[in-house]
């Protein structure tokens, strides 16, 4: 429930703004998120909580928001990350993915990351590169592999990831979550530790998603694809969110060259 405190201070959490860590007089601190809906996130964090996830837990939701407890860490990105943390990212995935869990109106079936953001229309209003047109055309003819659909969070990055002292506390910020294809946030997080680093840092999650699931990645190649096209046209519009990470050495064609060489790979293994 809300504290019967009042709150002393409020610190801006994502680029000085929502969610908000807020301390109240009595001491205590929550993290208020004032950007709903919320139905999907509370969904998302009971079912994380009833199997262990490492996950924030629901406090309370009023029409204030969404009141969640602290978790301890930081968000930020390392310029180079140590195996172990990539290794560690891929076993987290697989713990959110060991949940089958059918559809809800809460939690729906979700067919690519970051669902709510239509990347097809950005790439229609800015242009889009031969190589994401044909990648669009290759994901056009083939049917979504089947899978039982498990628990998604359906923006596994490492923005979303709390670690404290070199362990993963928490995945944070669920408000993407649903069910589906394991692929869908393997594949996002594959792409996203590649646009961080590049070279082998995909496969190190995947080997970490495979020692804790028992069982190898499915479907690899169609996922890296679908999440190459969940990536801005030029992946420059992402810098500041990368910096507000902590990368702020970073350049739109390092992430660009990047993001299509990885594509590039994907495609030829379809």
């Not at 860590?21 to 969904?43: C, I, K, M, S, Y």
């Not at 713990?95 to 229309?121: K, Q, S, Y």
């Not at 060259?257 to 293994?269: G, I, P, Q, V, Y």
């Amino acid at each position: 429930m809300w504290p019967e405190s009042e709150v002393v201070s409020r610190e801006g959490l994502r680029e000085g703004g929502s969610p908000w860590l807020l301390t109240f007089a009595d001491g205590r601190q929550a993290v208020l998120n004032d950007r709903g809906p919320f139905e999907t996130e509370v969904a998302a964090l009971q079912v994380a909580a009833e199997h262990g996830v490492p996950a924030p837990r629901v406090l309370d939701v009023s029409d204030k928001g969404l009141l969640l407890s602290v978790v301890h860490g930081i968000s930020k990105i390392p310029q180079t990350p140590p195996p172990a943390r990539l290794h560690a990212l891929g076993a987290a995935a697989a713990t959110i993915h060991a949940v089958e869990l059918a559809p809800t109106r809460d939690l729906p079936v979700r067919h690519r990351p970051i669902e709510g953001e239509d990347f097809e229309a950005w790439r229609a209003r800015e242009g889009a590169s031969p190589l994401l047109l044909e990648a669009e055309q290759a994901v056009r003819e083939r049917p979504a592999p089947p899978h039982p659909t498990v628990l998604l969070h359906g923006d596994l990055w490492q923005g979303n990831t709390m670690w404290h002292d070199g362990e993963l506390s928490a995945v944070i910020d669920w408000d993407c979550a649903g069910v589906g294809h394991p692929g869908v946030d393997i594949g996002e997080l594959r792409c996203e530790v590649n646009l961080m680093y590049g070279g082998e840092a995909a496969d190190l999650v995947v080997a970490g998603w495979e020692e804790a699931a028992g069982r190898p990645a499915p479907d690899l190649a169609y996922w890296d694809v679908v999440a190459s096209l969940s990536t801005p046209p030029d992946v420059s519009a992402w810098l500041a969110v990368a910096a507000d990470q902590g990368r702020t050495d970073l350049d739109g064609p390092t992430l660009n060259a990047r993001r299509d060489e990885f594509l590039k790979a994907a495609l030829n293994r379809l």
